[in-house]
């Protein structure tokens, strides 16, 4: 099992003919992608010149790749300035989850996206991600997917390096991946931790859960207390920044402390105190995995 996509997903690109698009959509088909399709307005009806892809068709919109392929996910390769509008494009043309990777969307473009997406289907994941993989069945997104093997540990993450890191501190241990969720580090998220940590508690095969976070806002402790209430699966916790100054943007966008509470120790603290297991250093996020998970009797 796995969460939000899988070996069934309809993939297409956004953006396929440009150079990102290009590179990661090739990867995407070599783990077991079901890549269907490309979108490049004025393109439509052409030929990839990459022979690797040139298989594929390309549309104009998304809406007519959508009613030609059975299109259900897409892989959002626009630049920040025209993404929410290639987003809401896949919105109105029924795309159940969108993976947008650009980093910088104006966060007034960010806001008007949300508006337009209440009470509609659909799952934004980004901007500002690495993106989601399922290993051997889907990728879509910037990760490099060499590092991920299957298994039955989640991953949700504000940071791709992090994320990353903790796969392949999992990896070396023997522990792989049923999904791996990049949420993003902008101020303002299609997808937050909450969303995530509910699908990977409905997930079956996801027997423990990696979330990392980083400084900046509530939402890694609203997502724990709500784990604490209503997850029997154990939880590993990790918060990025605690080096980082109050009041100075860290990386990310989103990353900044505007209180005490914004702080990587508060929230690390506020975590254990919600029951999760807390790995207070980057380097030991695999162990702990390991610890919780010999702890509750959960095999690798």
Request: charged residues 20%.
């Amino acid at each position: 099992m796995s969460v939000f996509v899988n070996k069934n997903s309809k993939v297409i690109f956004q953006g396929i003919t440009g150079e990102h698009a290009t590179f990661h959509a090739k990867d995407a088909i070599r783990i077991g992608t079901n890549v269907v399709g490309g979108v490049t307005p004025g393109k439509g009806g052409t030929r990839h010149p990459d022979p690797d892809l040139a298989h594929l068709p390309i549309f104009d919109t998304v809406a007519e790749a959508v009613a030609a392929t059975g299109a259900d996910v897409s892989g959002v390769f626009v630049p920040p300035p025209f993404n929410a509008d290639a987003l809401m494009e896949c919105i109105d043309a029924g795309i159940k989850v969108a993976v947008t990777i650009a980093d910088g969307i104006p966060i007034h473009d960010m806001i008007r996206l949300q508006r337009f997406r209440v009470g509609k289907d659909a799952i934004i994941i980004g901007p500002n991600t690495p993106g989601i993989i399922t290993p051997g069945e889907c990728k879509v997104g910037i990760m490099p997917s060499q590092i991920y093997q299957k298994g039955n540990v989640g991953i949700v993450s504000r940071s791709g390096t992090l994320n990353y890191e903790a796969t392949e501190q999992m990896a070396a241990l023997g522990l792989g991946v049923t999904t791996s969720v990049g949420i993003g580090g902008d101020p303002v998220n299609g997808t937050d931790f909450l969303a995530v940590l509910k699908a990977f508690g409905e997930d079956p095969e996801t027997e423990i859960i990696v979330m990392i976070g980083e400084i900046g806002g509530p939402q890694e402790v609203a997502a724990a207390r709500w784990a604490k209430a209503n997850l029997t699966k154990p939880v590993v916790g990790f918060v990025a920044g605690v080096a980082a100054p109050a009041g100075r943007r860290m990386g990310h966008a989103g990353a900044i402390i505007s209180s005490e509470a914004d702080t990587a120790a508060a929230k690390m603290d506020a975590m254990e105190e919600l029951g999760l297991y807390v790995a207070r250093n980057p380097a030991q996020i695999g162990e702990t995995v390991l610890r919780a998970m010999r702890e509750n009797g959960i095999k690798a």
